[in-house]
């Protein structure tokens, strides 16, 4: 096989577990409204949605080696296909269940994107270098792809089909499916066997697929003490990765889903005011935004395809948080922005500072990090975006509800109908 279509094949492997990985992420915030009613912030949703995720991302250094892949991937499919369903088919008052099966949704989010992030570090298409960048290029212009592929066709089925919200949710529910046919159809063998944790001989590596698996060193019981200096020597191997990528990545997140989840839901207009053909309800406004951002964070999200390189990290981080002084400004003063046009530019390029930040950095860790520690440090690195949507969404419990009060104190009230007209 010619290397530049092995490279094509990583490419669209990638981008197809980055899609389906992270679609049913974005429909569920897409729909949050719809699922917990206009009174009950929206941080709930959010923490549900990230949480589960976060705190996997955060354990999984210290444990995902001596996960197969292959069990990885059948544990995706049975958790997102589970907990969509339980969204679907559980009734409007049980917003209980619908949580847990959001829970559930998230724990398949955060398992699939250490696992395919690290699953990157395997593929370089005959690259002599080891580059990994078109694995990571493809994952991550597929989470930019669900972002928009989910919040356009949520807008598309709602908004202007009318198709109800528990139908829309019940056919996602079959998208999990995919990851197995992209596994077993389409990746290619990985271009090498190396695991930085085991160090030992990786089984069934001439397999169609992955071939990845991992050996178990012997069969004696950890002690405390081994137990202890894993625990200490893999905070060593984290230490290096907080600065330069985790702490970058991590603010920005904070900032942009502050805006998404506790500001941009008071960011409303008069109906009379905005095309009918799309806003319909207040409740619409709040659709429409998130479509917008996912919009952004997708063509920056696949950035890396055409050239676009930022090393500067930072800056990224400081550029997300003036966007959320400006959203703040306008939902306490109705100022800079008289009309809804021009926040809804600002919410497209928030978006483009969130997809860059994103492949920038992990981009940044395949070229700056030894190939000794590439797998391991993806792996890692990955914890900074939830660590920054989980605080977003603490904040957010206050924030939405506090910039909502100061609103209705003025005799704008829109921010309580966020469901209807």
């Known amino acids: 096989m010619f290397p530049l279509q092995n490279k094509t094949k990583i490419f669209t492997s990638f981008f197809v577990f980055?899609?389906?990985?992270?679609?049913?992420?974005?429909?569920?915030?897409?729909?949050?409204?719809?699922?917990?009613?206009s009174a009950t912030p929206k941080g709930v949703v959010l923490l549900a949605d990230v949480m589960p995720s976060f705190t996997f991302k955060l354990v999984a250094p210290f444990f995902i080696?001596?996960?197969p892949y292959k069990v990885r991937l059948y544990s995706l499919v049975g958790l997102s296909s589970s907990g969509?369903?339980?969204i679907s088919l559980s009734s409007q008052q049980s917003i209980g269940i619908k949580i847990f099966g959001i829970m559930l949704a998230s724990l398949s989010s955060g398992m699939g994107e250490v696992s395919f992030l690290q699953l990157t570090h395997f593929y370089t298409g005959g690259d002599a270098s080891?580059?990994?960048?078109?694995?990571?290029?493809?994952?991550?212009?597929?989470?930019?792809?669900?972002?928009?592929?989910?919040?356009?066709l949520f807008m598309l089925m709602t908004n202007m089909m009318g198709i109800s919200v528990t139908a829309v949710l019940l056919m996602f529910a079959v998208c999990p499916l995919g990851f197995l046919a992209t596994y077993y159809l389409l990746l290619p063998a990985p271009d090498h066997e190396y695991h930085e944790i085991a160090d030992t001989a990786l089984e069934d590596s001439n397999d169609e697929g992955m071939g990845i698996d991992f050996n178990f060193n012997g069969s004696q019981l950890p002690t405390i003490s081994s137990v202890a200096h894993h625990f200490k020597t893999t905070l060593g191997k984290i230490k290096p990765l907080?600065?330069?990528?985790?702490?970058?990545?991590?603010?920005?997140?904070?900032?942009e889903y502050v805006i998404n989840q506790g500001i941009a839901p008071t960011l409303l207009y008069p109906l009379?005011?905005?095309?009918?053909?799309?806003?319909?309800?207040?409740?619409?406004?709040?659709?429409?935004?998130?479509?917008?951002?996912?919009?952004?964070?997708?063509?920056?999200?696949?950035?890396?395809?055409?050239?676009?390189?930022?090393?500067k990290l930072h800056v990224l981080s400081v550029l997300q948080f003036v966007n959320v002084i400006i959203t703040t400004i306008q939902s306490v003063y109705d100022i800079p922005f008289t009309t809804i046009w021009p926040?809804?530019?600002?919410?497209?390029?928030?978006?483009?500072?969130?997809?860059f930040s994103y492949v920038n950095t992990f981009v940044s860790v395949s070229e700056g990090v030894p190939k000794t520690k590439r797998e391991f440090s993806m792996g890692c690195v990955s914890v900074s975006d939830g660590l920054g949507i989980a605080i977003a969404g603490c904040i957010n419990l206050w924030l939405e509800r506090k910039l909502c009060g100061m609103q209705v104190d003025r005799g704008r009230d829109w921010c309580l109908n966020g469901g209807s007209a």
């Not at 600065?243 to 900032?255: E, G, K, N, R």
């Not at 919410?347 to 969130?354: D, V």
């Open 343 to 355: 926040l809804l530019v600002l919410i497209l390029y928030e978006g483009l500072l969130g997809g």
């Open 130 to 152: 080891g580059d990994s960048s078109v694995g990571i290029s493809g994952f991550s212009s597929g989470t930019g792809g669900a972002g928009l592929c989910g919040s356009f």
């Open 242 to 255: 907080v600065v330069p990528f985790m702490l970058p990545l991590s603010t920005v997140y904070i900032s």
């Open 272 to 311: 009379e005011d905005l095309p009918h053909w799309l806003f319909t309800s207040y409740r619409d406004i709040y659709v429409v935004y998130g479509f917008l951002y996912q919009l952004g964070v997708f063509i920056s999200r696949s950035s890396i395809s055409f050239g676009v390189r930022i090393k």
């Open 84 to 86: 969509m369903l339980l």
């Open 18 to 37: 980055g899609l389906l990985n992270n679609i049913l992420y974005v429909i569920i915030l897409s729909a949050a409204i719809d699922l917990v009613g």
């Open 65 to 67: 080696h001596l996960i």
